[in-house]
């Protein structure tokens, strides 16, 4: 087994451990607490190394985590289903696709539920389109937006729009499915008709629920940000 199909298999491993946790959170009590959070611990400290090329130390990592899992499944805390490596190593392609200008917890909720999906490939909206749609130029600029999508741990790889061909990076990515948030704008079957005339077959979703939260709006937040900031400190920088 050669380096790289050693960390696709690694990364696999990662992978079940962080649905496994994901599954479990807020269903363990104490004293068990403790053992869950020292598993989620193991399971970063995994997804760090194997991000630095570090396969083997990856694997150690991950190895306690699931070993620590397990110990909770064989005292009868929690339930868990692991799922078949081969399917984790042929996870569908789950495109999402937004402006993304100030990150909220709308935002990740977005990108857990496509990452629950599948391995998640996010197109960030340009400026020119975001100034397009919406009336004005976006807060961060789109070097800085791609740049902090790309750092999350739901995705796994993240690039700018095409600002004269919206469905070019669908092209790029060719997903098995493409996830909207509910209040995205475009029609689930026309978009499904479109890609189909470009030879995608890519099933579109429409997650159902919406995140209630004080500030899951990125316009909300960035309102609220102006009657907060005295001028000077703006003036500042």
Request: hydrophobic letters at 40%; proline letters at 5%; one cysteine or more.
């Amino acid at each position: 087994m050669d380096t790289k199909d050693a960390a696709r298999r690694v990364e696999a491993y990662i992978t079940n451990v962080e649905l496994a946790l994901e599954k479990l959170r807020g269903k363990v009590g104490e004293p068990y607490t403790r053992l869950l959070a020292l598993a989620e611990a193991y399971a970063s400290d995994a997804r760090y190394y194997l991000e630095k090329g570090d396969v083997f130390t990856a694997l150690a990592c991950i190895a306690y985590a699931e070993g620590l899992i397990d110990s909770l499944r064989h005292l009868g805390v929690v339930e868990v289903d692991w799922e078949p490596l081969s399917k984790l190593l042929e996870r569908p392609r789950v495109l999402v696709a937004g402006t993304f200008d100030i990150l909220h917890p709308g935002h990740v909720y977005l990108l857990r539920e496509a990452w629950k999906r599948g391995r998640v490939y996010v197109v960030v909206a340009r400026d020119s389109t975001a100034a397009r749609f919406r009336g004005r130029p976006p807060v961060v600029p789109e070097s800085q937006r791609v740049s902090v999508i790309s750092a999350l741990r739901y995705v796994h790889q993240a690039i700018l729009g095409d600002e004269d061909d919206m469905l070019k990076p669908v092209e790029v990515v060719k997903p098995h499915l493409i996830l909207l948030g509910p209040d995205q704008w475009p029609d689930e079957r026309r978009l499904e008709e479109e890609l189909h005339k470009r030879g995608i077959g890519a099933r579109v979703e429409r997650l159902s629920a919406r995140l209630e939260c004080p500030l899951c709006s990125s316009t909300a937040i960035a309102c609220r940000a102006k009657r907060l900031m005295p001028e000077e400190a703006c003036k500042r920088g």
